[in-house]
């Protein structure tokens, strides 16, 4: 089993694309066009995953709290084999880091607002092993 897409609604599909790219230079827009409102959407990623950005007008109301008490997504989470690297890209794309502090002997995690303020998470694992990979009480 795997995860074969997400599909995020943005304010901004080019933006959010744009970040994707400097994130993961194997990605690319894999297609794209218009919804029968005219709204737009893309598709970005490889040829076997890929986030779906699906236009979405901005409303008159308060924007939702990341993390807060309101329902909804927090973020997506990528694992990549070099944490560093990513973060290195990211900052000279001029991306903010909004990384938490976190600290695992297993796993090291960088996170990232995209331009239109969501948050990303990347996660390098350290171990090949599961009970260290997914152990909670060291975090």
Known sequence: MRLEHANVAVSDVDAVAAFLVDAFP????RGGGSKANGERWLHVGTDETY?????????????????GREPGLNHLAFEVDDVDALRERLIAAGHLDSTIPNDHPHRRRVYFHDPTGLDWEFVQYLSDRADERHDYDLA
């Open 26 to 29: 194997d990605f690319r827009v």
């Open 51 to 67: 986030v779906a950005l699906e236009e979405a007008p901005l409303v008159d109301r308060p924007a939702r709290e990341l993390y």
